[in-house]
T-cell receptor, first 113, second 113 residues
Framework: DQQVKQNSPSLSVQEGRISILNCDYTNSMFDYFLWYKKYPAEGPTFLISISSIKDKNEDGRFTVFLNKSAKHLSLHIVPSQPGDSAVYFCAASARLGNEKLTFGTGTRLTIIP | EAQVTQNPRYLITVTGKKLTVTCSQNMNHEYMSWYRQDPGLGLRQIYYSMNVEATDKGDVPEGYKVSRKEKRNFPLILESPSPNQTSLYFC????????????FGSGTQLSVL
């Protein structure tokens, strides 16, 4: 049972445009959400996070939006750059001392120069 | 340099031959975890450890063992590997209460023939 879903396995975006990556979750206990970025032959690295008490968190070119009622979050990258080409994983956790992260299936983003 | 080190990077073995994938971190993190990445399934947690001598099952623990005798090391043991354990494995670590700062190793690509 996939509790965190990324329904788009891949996405291609032209350089300079906006990239929007989507993630849906089913577990209503999840209250903390993260995005990780993974380059080939490397481990994932933390990108940005959001707590359920917020609906938006911004860090430079990256913004994460959370819609709790729809159990949906999205990652916006503006403007997209070639170095953003990577696999992006959405992850979620139910805090209260629980360290377990549940990851999505990943979306491969390709930025076209 | 702060890092999580996994060895080996690549491993080809045969069914039933016991193997160990080592993981070491130099950040004094209490929490360590093993994940496997499979196409279409994302990252799934195998085992995790909250501290020395404290380990627990993740989502897909069958066929795996772990130990945490020292804070820095968290080896993954496959007593009798099978072809369905062919996968890309990642070790990760973090401070307790700091999910977003999960540091990953570079991965171990395991093929079981």
């Amino acid at each position: 049972d996939q509790q965190v879903k990324q329904n788009s396995p891949s996405l291609s975006v032209q350089e300079g445009r906006i990239s929007i990556l989507n993630c849906d979750y089913t577990n209503s206990m999840f209250d903390y959400f993260l995005w990780y970025k993974k380059y080939p032959a490397e481990g994932p690295t933390f990108l940005i996070s959001i707590s359920s008490i917020k609906d938006k968190n911004e860090d430079g070119r990256f913004t994460v939006f959370l819609n709790k009622s729809a159990k949906h979050l999205s990652l916006h990258i503006v403007p997209s750059q070639p170095g953003d080409s990577a696999v992006y994983f959405c992850a979620a956790s139910a805090r209260l001392g629980n360290e377990k992260l549940t990851f999505g299936t990943g979306t491969r983003l390709t930025i076209i120069p | 340099e702060a890092q999580v080190t996994q060895n080996p990077r690549y491993l080809i073995t045969v069914t039933g031959k016991k193997l160990t994938v080592t993981c070491s971190q130099n950040m004094n993190h209490e929490y360590m975890s093993w994940y496997r990445q499979d196409p279409g399934l994302g990252l799934r947690q195998i085992y995790y450890s909250m501290n020395v001598e404290a380990t627990d099952k993740g989502d897909v623990p069958e066929g795996y063992k772990v130990s945490r005798k020292e804070k820095r090391n968290f080896p993954l043991i496959l007593e009798s590997p099978s072809p369905n354990q062919t996968s890309l494995y990642f070790c990760a670590s973090s401070l307790i209460g700091s999910n977003e700062k999960l540091f990953f190793g570079s991965g171990t690509q395991l093929s079981v023939l």
